[in-house]
């Protein structure tokens, strides 16, 4: 079974980076030009095709509701936020509010002060309230994979910056990314629990790891580490030759004879 993203995606990451960098701060309406607005209402896309465009607007630092107004997914052509935990992202820059009662209010209120200035985060102020459609466990798992997307993104852009200031600053005569300390920390720095939250979103499983006392099956490819065992790392992280070799003789010996005491119980 093969878990990476669709070549199709791929088309569509590059199309949403090449659109992104063109456009920093896209209207709602020039994203609806694109076809990306309803996306999650459509039936010719999955979760996965919005993860691709979720972890690209955070990559390019996007501002807007977009997000939000996506995972609210509502039936009509409002711009919506969501309300999480008594506060309102964004909210003096759409229509409605979905509320964890599954009504839908009207965005008026006060926007806060706060340390992000783009997030225009404010409270609702008391006023009616209309049902709105769909479940609200389903809204918030869609919310916590989105906003773990928008953080795979941004921290993507955090790792390209840090690679290029590591390829041009330099520290004793050398550049900095020569250093094992700096380069190893550079590369480690991705995480794919955003995207293995898409998945299992997209997939309506809770998990992809099979039991232990299944055969394992090989991870996506979007999903596999930076090449580095947990050994090697190990190893790489105490500088010696000597200690490499021994661990890595300890992880072939692993890897054959299975995983220690649960291995000698079967």
């Known amino acids: 079974m093969d878990f990476s993203f669709s070549p199709e995606q791929d088309d569509l990451r590059r199309e949403a980076r090449a659109f992104l960098e063109a456009n920093p701060a896209p209207t709602m309406d020039q994203l609806a030009e694109l076809g990306w607005v309803g996306i999650l209402k459509s039936d010719d ?3 996965l095709d919005a993860a691709v465009l979720f972890e690209e607007l955070g990559r390019a630092l996007y501002e807007g509701p977009y997000v939000l107004n996506e995972v609210a997914a509502q039936p009509d052509e409002d711009v919506w936020s969501i309300e999480i935990d008594g506060f309102v992202p964004q ?8 509320r964890p009662d599954m009504t839908g209010a009207t965005a008026t209120g ?15 102020s008391p006023n009616g309230a209309d049902p709105a459609t769909g479940d609200w466990a389903d809204v918030r798992r869609r919310l916590l994979a ?17 690679a290029e200031y590591a390829k041009e600053r330099e520290q004793f ?19 794919p629990t955003g995207r293995r939250g898409a998945w299992r979103r997209a997939t309506s499983r809770p998990s992809w790891r099979p039991s232990r006392r299944r055969r394992r099956r090989p991870r996506p490819r979007w999903l596999r580490a930076s090449g580095r ?4 790392a190990a190893s790489a992280s105490r500088g010696s ?20 005491a649960s291995s000698a119980r079967r």
């Open 110 to 124: 006060e926007v806060l002060t706060t340390v992000d200035e783009t997030l225009g985060l404010g409270r609702l």
């Open 173 to 191: 005569g050398k550049k900095i990314g020569s250093y094992q300390a700096v380069s190893h920390s550079i590369v480690d720095a991705r995480s």
């Open 146 to 162: 989105a906003l773990a997307l928008e953080a795979v993104g941004i921290g993507t852009k955090a790792l390209e910056l840090a």
């Open 45 to 47: 896309f999955s979760f």
């Open 229 to 232: 065992s947990r050994c090697t």
């Open 241 to 260: 030759t000597r200690s490499t070799a021994t661990t890595s003789a300890r992880c072939g010996s692993r890897a054959r004879s299975g995983t220690g």
């Open 91 to 98: 909210l003096d820059a759409v229509d409605r509010v979905l």
